[in-house]
């Protein structure tokens, strides 16, 4: 199955506590956590660009599976990392958290997040 479409913010958990501990403030906090984000993937061999928007705020990360690339994380910065492929499951590890997104069907991505206890998880649905 391929990843790329247009996915758009269902539903999320531990989305508060999750973005205490990475160091976001309470006020975008607060702005962000009732903002249905929409991820978009384009998926073209082992190249991927995925385009997150999120209100005014639109996050785009390209890499190659296997292939160290510069990603951004959720807080701004740009981290060195390797996405790595596992049938229909990308895994990344960026600064101690490890981000798996997983192609459940061909309509639904579930992204989760886990950073020392905290579990952050999203589930999206194609448009």
Avoid: H, W
Avoid at 2 to 14: I, P
Avoid at 82 to 110: A, P
Wanted: hydrophobic share 35%.
């Amino acid at each position: 199955m391929s990843f790329t479409g247009k996915y758009q913010l269902e539903t999320q958990e531990n989305f508060e506590a999750f973005m205490k501990a990475v160091g976001l403030p309470d006020d975008l906090i607060q702005k962000g956590k009732d903002i249905k984000s929409i991820s978009e993937i384009e998926e073209n061999g082992d190249n991927f660009k995925v385009t997150v928007t999120t209100g005014s705020k639109v996050l785009v990360n390209t890499f190659k599976i296997g292939q160290e690339a510069e990603i951004e994380t959720i807080t701004g910065e740009k981290v060195k990392a390797v996405v790595k492929r596992d049938g229909n499951k990308l895994t990344v590890c960026l600064k101690g958290m490890e981000s798996v997104t997983e192609l459940l069907d061909k309509n639904t991505i579930v992204n989760t997040i886990t950073l020392g206890s905290i579990v952050y998880k999203r589930t999206s649905k194609r448009m």
